[in-house]
T-cell receptor, first 111, second 109 residues
Framework: DAGITQSPRHKVTETGTPVTLRCHQTENHRYMYWYRQDPGHGLRLIHY???????DKGEVSDGYSVSRSKTEDFLLTLESATSSQTSVYFCAISADASEQYFGPGTRLTVT | GQNIDQPTEMTATEGAIVQINCTYQ??????LFWYQQHAGEAPTFLSYNVLDGLEEKGRFSSFLSRSKGYSYLLLKELQMKDSASYLCAVREHDYKLSFGAGTTVTVRA
């Protein structure tokens, strides 16, 4: 299994507060991705990174920002959490933009 | 953008065969992936097709027809542990995957 962890695994926060989720990998893979998964929608890409300090938007990037200051860490920040951002968030990594390996997920609830 | 369609649910009996279809419409194509996801867990990679034809991996096979925008995942000799969601994903000419909503397969004894 790919060495990929996410923290926290569960979080409950209030509307309007900032939240940062962390993805950490030990595989030295170039590509990292953040997805959200909601019933009926499948996995939707939020942001992705193709190298240190190189990031781009996915299809549902509004309200989210990311940073990647070193190869192993990819941070996802909800600038001001809203109830519509209640979801399960998955991080994924890939060596060559081919198959992706997913982290265990973070369940976020915004009240 | 992408339009990826797969059935919402399928039910089959232990030991049987199930075929999960996926159709897609894209402005470009650079590979099709299948993932398995058990309830409450992360998706895990099953297969990758970039050329037309059938790829076989043990009990699982995946087929691709690029001209028809069509793929299927075939699960043979179904086992109870195969009860899961199966996700079809398409990659265009960039680093991103677009996923279908997933097909929940229930295996009955």
């Amino acid at each position: 299994d790919a060495g990929i962890t996410q923290s926290p695994r569960h979080k409950v926060t209030e509307t309007g507060t900032p939240v940062t989720l962390r993805c950490h990998q030990t595989e030295n893979h170039r590509y990292m991705y953040w997805y959200r998964q909601d019933p009926g929608h499948g996995l939707r890409l939020i942001h992705y990174s193709y190298g240190v300090k190189d990031t781009d938007k996915g299809e549902v990037s509004d309200g989210y920002s990311v940073s990647r200051s070193k190869t192993e860490d990819f941070l996802l920040t909800l600038e001001s959490a809203t109830s519509s951002q209640t979801s399960v968030y998955f991080c994924a990594i890939s060596a060559d933009a081919s198959e992706q390996y997913f982290g265990p997920g973070t369940r976020l609830t915004v009240t | 953008g992408q339009n990826i369609d797969q059935p919402t649910e399928m039910t089959a009996t232990e030991g049987a065969i199930v075929q999960i279809n996926c159709t897609y419409q894209t402005s470009g194509f650079n590979g099709l992936f299948w993932y398995q996801q058990h309830a409450g867990e992360a998706p895990t990679f099953l297969s990758y097709n970039v050329l037309d034809g059938l790829e076989e991996k043990g009990r699982f096979s995946s087929f691709l027809s690029r001209s028809k925008g069509y793929s299927y995942l075939l699960l043979k000799e179904l086992q109870m542990k195969d009860s899961a969601s199966y996700l079809c994903a398409v990659r265009e000419h960039d680093y991103k995957l677009s996923f279908g909503a997933g097909t929940t397969v229930t295996v009955r004894a």
